[in-house]
Antibody
Framework: EVQLVQSGAEVKKPGESLRISCKGS????????INWVRQMPGKGLEWMGR????????NYSPSFRGRVTISVDKSISTAYLQWRSLEASDTAMYYC???????????????WGQGTLVTVSS | DIQMTQSPSSLSASVGDRVTITCRAS??????LAWYQQKPGKVPKLLIY???TLPSGVPSRFSGSGSGTDFTLTISSLQPEDVATYYC?????????FGQGTKVEIK
């Protein structure tokens, strides 16, 4: 079974750093991009960026570029989303999602991880 | 960048009703459109891809149509378990933008 398992909920203070993880299993991890998606409380889905685990190449949404860093450790089939300095506005649920491919072309997201709730509060 | 606009933002319908949600792209995206269903407190789930194809296990009361800029998601007979927020997403090129969502409730 293809699965993405994310790290647990985090409570942090403004200014602190954080790295959350997403571990893939049941498939060849380096063959599919991993995306990160933000969902703020009561709001919709926002694509943040993606990484190609085979070469660590990344794309970021302009809204998130410079605010977060996406990385990967392919030796342990794990992707990461990292902040250097959290703000209260980073409070949200964060999902990772595998980027399905058709004839080597990236298409829809499936499956999704279970989500990691990040709460930033003083 | 291409924008994705859904309408309505929310709707309330009775069990058994036919429900239609619209998604419009600001530029043509061929049939590179997916729909996701997110039930309250749950993870988004792929519902439709390539504008009209249902993944295995998705009930046949769901259907999708459209190409280019205008797309629809239809629930032919609304069931209580269909209470959710539905999102469209373009996947022709980056950025892989979502619509703002349509919340479906039971009247």
């Amino acid at each position: 079974e293809v699965q993405l398992v994310q790290s647990g909920a985090e409570v942090k203070k403004p200014g602190e750093s954080l790295r959350i993880s997403c571990k893939g299993s049941g498939y060849t991890f380096t063959s599919y991009w991993i995306n990160w998606v933000r969902q703020m409380p009561g709001k919709g889905l926002e694509w943040m960026g993606r990484i190609d685990p085979s070469d660590s190449y990344t794309n970021y949404s302009p809204s998130f570029r410079g605010r977060v860093t996406i990385s990967v450790d392919k030796s342990i089939s794990t992707a990461y989303l990292q902040w250097r300095s959290l703000e209260a506005s980073d409070t949200a649920m964060y999902y990772c999602a595998r980027h399905e491919t058709i004839a080597a072309r990236p298409v829809w997201f499936d499956p999704w991880g279970q989500g990691t709730l990040v709460t930033v509060s003083s | 960048d291409i924008q994705m606009t859904q309408s309505p933002s929310s709707l309330s319908a009775s069990v058994g009703d036919r429900v239609t949600i619209t998604c419009r792209a600001s530029q043509g995206i061929s049939n590179s459109l997916a729909w996701y269903q997110q039930k309250p407190g749950k993870v988004p789930k792929l519902l439709i891809y390539a504008a009209s194809t249902l993944p295995s296990g998705v009930p046949s009361r769901f259907s999708g149509s459209g190409s280019g800029t205008d797309f629809t998601l239809t629930i032919s007979s609304l069931q209580p378990e269909d209470v959710a927020t539905y999102y469209c997403q373009k996947y022709d090129t980056a950025p892989w933008t979502f619509g703002q969502g349509t919340k479906v409730e039971i009247k």
